[in-house]
């Protein structure tokens, strides 16, 4: 049986279509997914959401499976290290954004219970946008 799939999705890469048919436009709030989500988009800033995926397995374990808690207290010499690491994409900047946004993930947690309640309030229901990159939704979310 034939799916049917987006004109995006490249069909001679089964890593990016096993994402599209299992996890794209799949409502998520489970915590260390939501942290993983938030640390690959960071890191595909400025690159192709392919490489990304083709590099998650290096994310995942030099961020330690997304635990932001323990993003969060990367000094110096894990920065360092990460920085080494060809798995990853190695943009120093980018790293130091992960550790901020670790931090900044728990601040929303401690204040509204969950990163996902906080991104519930402001849109309760999924909602469906086709074409858009920006949205004035998304602007509010990101200040």
Request: proline share 6%; with cysteine.
């Amino acid at each position: 049986m034939d799916r049917k799939r987006c004109g995006w999705v490249p069909l001679d890469d089964p890593i990016y279509i096993a994402y599209h048919d299992q996890e794209w436009g799949r409502p998520v709030s489970e915590r260390k997914k939501l942290f993983g989500m938030l640390i690959l988009e960071g890191f595909q800033a400025g690159l192709s959401w392919r490489t990304i995926l083709h590099k998650r397995a290096a994310f995942v374990a030099a961020f330690e499976n997304f635990e932001p808690d323990i993003v969060a207290s990367f000094g110096e010499k894990k920065i360092e290290a990460l920085l080494k690491d060809p798995g990853i994409v190695r943009n120093e900047a980018k790293i130091r954004a992960a550790v901020v946004n670790a931090k900044a993930f728990l601040s929303i947690e401690r204040e509204f219970g969950s990163f996902g309640a906080y991104l519930a309030a402001f849109a309760p229901e999924p909602i469906v946008e086709r074409g858009k990159t920006v949205s004035p939704l998304a602007a509010r979310m990101s200040p």
